[in-house]
């Protein structure tokens, strides 16, 4: 007798599962080169957390080549600090030493110039 309730609980749990799986969409990381940069200044400034900055620098950008390679740039440079060559990860706030942050100061400005070289676009 509690064949059947249990049967039909089961039933509907696997039916549920199905149409989500089947309508649903996967969670996308699709950052604009706007938010990279506010992400870039922040780092600068000290003020982002470890969590944002590995996700950025850990998950592939495939939607925008260009900020790719700027991704790309990033992660050379965590890589670099990891393996304690001429940078190291910073003391305090900042993210890197002095030398790390000058070339993420550099990687932030290379970012600003392919910004204001993209064009805008205006519907009417």
């Known amino acids: 007798m509690a064949f059947f309730p249990v049967f039909l609980v089961c039933l509907i749990v696997l039916l ?7 309508f649903g969409r996967s969670p996308v990381y699709r950052p604009s080169r706007e938010e990279a940069y506010q992400m870039l ?3 600068c400034e000290g003020g982002l957390d470890n969590g944002q900055w590995g996700l950025f620098i850990g998950l592939p950008i495939r939607h925008d080549p ?5 991704r790309q740039e990033c992660y050379e440079l965590e890589l670099q600090a ?13 993210r890197y030493n002095s030398v790390g942050m000058e ?12 910004i204001d070289k993209t ?3 205006r519907s009417f």
């Open 16 to 22: 549920l599962l199905a149409v989500s799986l089947l």
């Open 82 to 94: 990891e393996e304690n060559k001429e940078i190291l990860f910073g003391s305090g706030a900042y």
């Open 103 to 114: 070339r993420l100061e550099l990687i932030r400005l290379k970012l600003k110039s392919l």
């Open 41 to 43: 200044t922040t780092v």
């Open 119 to 121: 064009p805008t676009y």
């Open 66 to 70: 260009e900020l790719e390679d700027i």
